[in-house]
């Protein structure tokens, strides 16, 4: 199961499993509210590196309205022919509908060992210490 950790100014990691779980507590993910964009930048565990073009990313929203995860469908990222063979890519994403949370949850990533670190940091319409 992935796990979320707060870091600065409303950027957050997750560390998950080369296939993980779909989130299912609304703790999971980062909050969306304000939110123009975000960077995303995936990262394998020291020493390890992405092994093939394999695997997406796929993308989960908690919708507050129905008070729960669901799955996005052709929203994931493919994991690139570009980033074979290296420790780390990073890729803008755009926030179209702001509100609620997002979760990119790993499924099938070919890596040559351990896992994936994502850290996500967001740019935001406002100043972020507005958000609650």
Same mark, same amino acid.
């Given at each position: 199961?992935?796990? =979320?950790?707060?870091?600065?100014?409303?950027?957050?990691?997750?560390?998950?499993?080369?296939?993980?779980?779909?989130?299912?507590?609304? !703790?999971?993910?980062?909050?969306?509210?304000?939110?123009?964009?975000?960077? %995303?930048?995936?990262?394998?565990?020291?020493?390890? !590196?992405?092994?093939?073009?394999?695997?997406? %990313?796929?993308?989960?929203? =908690?919708?507050?309205?129905?008070?729960?995860?669901?799955?996005?469908?052709?929203?994931?990222?493919?994991?690139?022919?570009?980033?074979?063979?290296?420790?780390?890519?990073? !890729?803008?994403?755009?926030?179209?509908?702001?509100?609620?949370?997002? @979760?990119?949850?790993?499924? #099938? %990533?070919?890596?040559? #060992?351990?896992?994936?670190?994502?850290?996500?940091?967001?740019?935001? @319409?406002?100043?972020?210490?507005?958000?609650?």
């Amino acid at each position: 199961m992935a796990t =979320w950790v707060s870091l600065f100014d409303k950027a957050t990691k997750s560390v998950q499993a080369a296939t993980d779980a779909a989130p299912t507590i609304i !703790t999971d993910g980062i909050p969306i509210l304000g939110m123009t964009s975000v960077g %995303l930048t995936i990262e394998c565990d020291v020493g390890q !590196t992405i092994l093939a073009a394999a695997g997406v %990313l796929d993308l989960y929203l =908690w919708d507050d309205l129905v008070g729960a995860w669901s799955y996005v469908m052709y929203q994931g990222i493919q994991i690139p022919q570009e980033v074979v063979g290296r420790r780390r890519f990073t !890729t803008a994403i755009s926030i179209a509908n702001a509100r609620g949370r997002m @979760a990119y949850i790993c499924n #099938g %990533l070919s890596l040559s #060992g351990g896992g994936i670190t994502q850290y996500y940091l967001p740019t935001f @319409a406002w100043f972020p210490s507005r958000i609650t």
